[in-house]
């Protein structure tokens, strides 16, 4: 732009400190975000301090992107805090985590999403009873949780899966379909049981992995579309996992077929093991390093803040240790890893399917 006399304006800004974010450039997005104001007189707005928390937080950079915030004018809105939260599930920093979830619980009390978020965050950490107060919470102020899904169009047609959904007409072809595409994969793939949100064995959340949503929807388009050179096309109305990004990366190379997955981040091109966003998103963070994790901070008691969920207000017979939170990241009423909307709603022939 500038070779060509064109001078940047406040939406080039979003754009570059955006790439620079998903591109893991620390540094070359600090320089155009300092450059806003000193060079170009445009003063950042709640877009570019967004992106800047997003940039820092993936980074692992939390603190200073807390201190960031701290140096804006006006409060922080909605959208960075959501930022923060998620970098501190990434990097397994608790207490910061549930000071981003009272702020938000505070800005969009019935916004499912930092209550997602903040429960993911426990359940990283393998602090179920912290979950199980999460989702009573929740039930408590009355606050539901966007249901995940995973489609694609095969033949005309829509067909939509959601975890362990065995209505589909081809049902058992396809869970025969998974269990041959799991075993193929064997070799390189050992499943992240700290992604299950079971609190049980971990033969058991390896099972329930296996028949995320958008892997069922993979292991039907290897059926139906076996002699076709064509890519097998997903969409996604939440973010895949981490765990189900490693294991559709090998199954396109085991099976030679390129799978693109659009979920509410970003198209996921994957190809010979390879996957075109490059893995930055996941690769800092493995939850199984943290799942002894504990918050020994003798504010706390058991290990969460009770102003933060307001269990004062909630009688002990509520609060309990359950196994029936959904086994797929997405699909319960606490399971969605970043809480992001996608741009491509659920249509509404899959919302019925």
């Known amino acids: 732009m500038l070779g060509a006399g064109a001078r940047p304006d406040y939406v080039t800004f979003i754009g570059l400190i955006f790439a620079c974010s998903h591109a893991g450039l620390v540094e070359s997005g600090r320089v155009h975000f300092e450059s806003m104001e000193k060079v170009y007189g445009i003063t ?8 800047m928390v997003d940039l820092l937080g993936r980074c692992g950079r939390v603190e200073e992107a807390v201190e960031l915030l701290g140096r804006m004018d006006g409060e922080p809105d909605a959208t960075m805090w959501k930022s923060l939260l998620a970098a501190c599930r990434v990097h397994r920093n608790i207490p910061l985590a549930e000071r981003a979830a009272e702020r938000l619980f505070k800005l969009a009390p019935e916004d499912a999403v930092p209550y997602v978020m903040l429960a993911n965050v426990y359940t990283a950490a393998g602090r ?30 829509v067909h939509a899966f959601k975890a362990g959904d065995r209505d589909h007409a081809q049902a058992k072809e396809i869970f025969a379909k998974v269990r041959e595409m799991m075993q193929r994969i064997k070799e390189g793939y050992t ?163």
């Not at 950042?44 to 992106?51: D, Q, T, V």
């Not at 179920?128 to 005309?156: H, T, Y």
């Not at 009688?315 to 606490?334: F, M, N, V």
Request: charged share 25%.
């Open 128 to 157: 179920w009873l912290d979950v199980a107060r999460v989702r009573s919470l929740m039930r408590a102020r009355g606050v539901i949780k966007e249901p995940g899904w995973s489609w694609m169009e095969e033949g005309g047609a």
């Open 44 to 51: 950042p707005g709640p877009e570019h301090y967004s992106c």
């Open 191 to 353: 499943a992240d049981t700290g992604f299950a949100l079971h609190h049980e064995e971990e033969e058991g959340k390896a099972e329930e992995l296996a028949v995320h949503s958008e892997r069922l929807a993979v292991a039907f388009g290897l059926i139906n579309s076996a002699s076709h050179g064509k890519p097998i096309r997903v969409y996604k109305n939440l973010r895949v996992c981490d765990d189900c990004h490693t294991a559709l990366k090998l199954i396109a190379k085991v099976y030679d077929k390129v799978i693109i997955l659009r979920d509410a981040n970003c198209f996921h091109h994957m190809r010979d093991g390879i996957c075109s966003c490059g893995d930055y998103c996941f690769v800092a963070y493995s939850p199984l390093k943290s799942s002894g994790y504990r918050d020994d901070n003798p504010q706390t008691e058991g290990g969460i803040y009770p102003s933060v969920l307001g269990l004062e207000s909630l009688p002990s017979a509520k609060i309990k240790l359950c196994r029936g939170i959904s086994s797929d990241q997405e699909e319960g009423e606490i399971g969605e890893i970043e809480g992001c909307r996608s741009s491509y709603p659920l249509r509404q022939d899959c919302a019925s399917a």
